[in-house]
């Protein structure tokens, strides 16, 4: 029998007889830390099935759902590996038991029982009829793989107001998913406030790409959007990108920028290690969102892609501003060019580039063979080819030198994880059909939904055998070809549902034709809620 749920739970049996929940059923919560979780699983429910229940209570009741904080069951479940955002140890196992007499939701703490009501909640959303649903008897004792189960969001190239990263959290909950990092700066556009630097947000946080909107978030925004995340049991966490990617910076603060580009619009360049202001500047930008991003025990330091800088000065960058991580309290996270600087143990190296997709394209001697040249030449200025192919050549050691320094590794390869790449198969509505080529970018083969998920964290990372070397799974979506809410939904549904299945369920879990079943069911809230998602003609949705 498939249980409509993803990710895929650990164990399930069920029992052959059924239990409906409606407006009669009450919510249980025999330990006070559950309230809060109790009344936002009753308006969650309401929102994605049309089921309103009868109230939370402390009183218990038959024929109710009962939720207890207990670890009764779960011992034998196996503990997540990997790092935890938040840097604290929670223990997510937890158990369901729908019987005859009603239902019970436990787990050793509110965010295993949390987990817990999110299965709930895909169950009677699948049966929900009328304001009613009838679920299977059934007992689900669940467990996540990772403890690190991420989406990295651009908000640089595209700015996302508040409602829309609400959204997105929404859905990383649905999903099990536990991390937003918030690409907060880049070329086009820098993000977040910062007091000793007001010309970030005044100039550097006009526009973005092409005409879209500039915008940023003020730190009573940033304070919202934490909280909504910590409610829902996802962890905020900052990347400032440096020392490229910081044009914005540059047109803030051309003091900062490279000499000979100083002053000079559009600058591009890197910023320098070996000047006082630059480490200033970088002191008091981490402090400011150390100070902001509550609830994040990392700081990113990106630290990607800072072309034409001498290998010796962009270490010594990433070894400064990881200095300065570490002086405010917070852990290292940064794309995987950090592994060329000092990292060690506990510092985390983002895996992104797969030595497969870089080494056919340097044998073909140019890279034309990853990407269309056509669409390549239109999107990279021919003199940047040379530092590209010389970019690329030094990421195929990154991962094994990384742990060799006894850095944990963030599994986020473009190929499986990156959610900008545009949907392969064809849509089962016209007019999406017609729309869908436009969003995602076009230099990546376009794939299909099932490419998302027939893979595996360890045999996707180089030199990596055991998941004790990895902290954890990151999706991103980069915002080049996003216009606004409904071209970032787009890409991100289905395929968002795909990586919880990957962060959370256990090795070996997933074959596509089960996990398509799954997932059909699923659209019905999506709808429900008004999120844009692509029709994948390889689902049968309800
Ligand atoms: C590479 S991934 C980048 C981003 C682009 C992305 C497009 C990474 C660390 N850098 O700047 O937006 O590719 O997919």
């Known amino acids: 029998m498939t249980i409509p749920v993803v990710p895929a739970v650990h164990r399930a049996v069920t029992h052959g007889a059924t239990r409906t929940v409606d407006a009669t059923t009450a919510v249980v919560v025999l330990a006070p830390e559950l309230a809060d979780l109790a009344k936002r699983f009753s308006v969650d429910i309401a929102l994605d099935a049309g089921v309103t229940l009868a109230g939370v209570?402390?009183?218990?009741?038959?024929?109710?759902?009962?939720?207890?904080?207990?670890?009764?069951?779960?011992?034998?479940?196996?503990?997540?590996?990997?790092?935890?955002?938040?840097?604290?140890?929670?223990?997510?196992?937890?158990?369901?038991?729908?019987?005859?007499?009603?239902?019970?939701?436990?787990?050793?703490?509110?965010?295993?029982?949390?987990?817990?009501?999110?299965?709930?909640?895909?169950?009677?959303?699948?049966?929900?009829?009328?304001?009613?649903?009838?679920?299977?008897?059934?007992?689900?004792?669940?467990?996540?793989?990772?403890?690190?189960?991420?989406?990295?969001?651009?908000?640089?190239?595209?700015?996302?107001?508040?409602?829309?990263?609400?959204r997105v959290i929404d859905m990383l909950s649905l999903y099990k998913l536990n991390v937003l990092h918030l690409h907060l700066t880049d070329d086009q556009g820098w993000r977040v406030e910062i007091p000793d630097w007001p010309l970030l947000t005044e100039v550097g946080a006009a526009g973005a790409i092409g005409d879209r909107p500039g915008g940023f978030y003020s730190t009573a925004d940033v304070v919202s959007l934490v909280r909504y995340a910590s409610e829902r049991f996802v962890t905020l966490v900052p990347e400032v990108d440096m020392p490229g990617h910081t044009s914005a910076v540059f047109r803030s603060y051309p003091r900062l920028a490279p000499a000979t580009a100083e002053g000079s619009a559009g600058t591009v360049g890197n910023l320098n290690p070996d000047d006082a202001t630059t480490l200033r500047f970088v002191d008091d930008v981490v402090g400011a969102v150390a100070a902001q991003f509550t609830t994040s025990a990392y700081v990113h330091i990106g630290g990607d892609e800072a072309f034409g800088m001498p290998d010796e000065a962009h270490a010594r960058f990433v070894d400064r501003a990881m200095d300065t991580v570490k002086r405010h309290g917070r852990r290292v996270v940064g794309w995987q060019e950090i592994a060329r600087a000092g990292v060690g143990p506990g510092d985390l190296v983002q895996y992104w580039m797969e030595p497969t997709s870089i080494q056919s394209t340097l044998d073909a001697g140019s890279l034309g063979s990853m990407v269309d040249s056509d669409v390549l030449a239109s999107m990279v200025?021919?003199?940047?080819?040379?530092?590209?192919?010389?970019?690329?050549?030094?990421?195929?050691?990154?991962?094994?030198?990384a742990l060799a320094k006894g850095a944990t590794i963030l599994v986020s390869p473009t190929t499986r994880l990156y959610l900008d790449r545009p949907h392969a198969e064809s849509s089962t509505d016209i007019e999406q059909d017609e729309s869908r080529a436009r969003i995602g970018l076009q230099v990546y083969p376009a794939a299909t939904l099932r490419e998302f998920v027939e893979w595996d964290p360890l045999d996707e990372t180089p030199m990596v055998d055991s998941d004790a070397q990895l902290a954890g799974v990151e999706a991103a979506v980069w915002c080049e070809t996003v216009s606004g809410r409904d071209d970032l939904e787009f890409l991100l549904l289905p395929r968002l549902a795909g990586v919880g299945e990957k962060a959370w369920a256990a090795i070996g879990a997933t074959s596509w034709d089960d996990y398509a079943d799954r997932l059909a069911p699923h659209s019905t809230a999506w709808d429900r809620r008004g999120w844009a998602w692509f029709r994948s003609s390889l689902v049968a949705w309800e």
């Open 57 to 166: 209570t402390d009183q218990p009741a038959d024929a109710s759902i009962t939720l207890d904080l207990s670890d009764g069951q779960l011992a034998e479940l196996p503990p997540a590996s990997g790092v935890r955002a938040d840097g604290v140890e929670v223990d997510e196992r937890h158990g369901i038991e729908i019987t005859s007499d009603g239902i019970r939701v436990w787990g050793p703490t509110p965010e295993a029982v949390h987990r817990g009501l999110t299965t709930l909640r895909q169950l009677i959303t699948e049966r929900a009829v009328d304001g009613a649903a009838v679920l299977d008897q059934l007992r689900i004792l669940d467990a996540p793989r990772f403890s690190w189960r991420g989406l990295s969001l651009d908000v640089a190239r595209t700015f996302h107001d508040v409602e829309t990263v609400r």
């Open 381 to 401: 200025p021919p003199e940047m080819l040379p530092l590209l192919a010389e970019a690329l050549g030094k990421s195929i050691d990154d991962i094994p030198t």
